[in-house]
């Protein structure tokens, strides 16, 4: 599939931003935005607690969601 990030936001059509916690990280969707036309995936170290597991480290991902 194609994905030109030319809007607002991430196409929740096509992407699932993921909020969970995963080798000792924490992907969370307030760490990923479109800008310019580009995906950013950003990293940002804070104490976040997910599920009951807390962590200082912060990830974003984004990942192939619904077609």
């Known amino acids: 599939f194609e994905d030109h990030f030319d809007g607002a936001g ?3 059509s096509l992407w699932n931003a993921a909020e969970m916690v995963h080798r000792g ?3 969370t ?8 036309g580009e995906l950013v ?3 940002v170290p804070r104490n976040t ?3 009951g597991v ?4 912060n990830v974003g991902r984004g990942e192939p969601g619904r077609q």
């Open 54 to 57: 807390e962590t200082i480290e």
């Open 10 to 12: 991430l196409n929740a």
């Open 29 to 36: 969707r307030d760490n990923v935005r479109v800008d310019g």
């Open 25 to 27: 990280g924490v992907y």
């Open 49 to 51: 607690t997910v599920d």
């Open 41 to 43: 995936l950003s990293t």
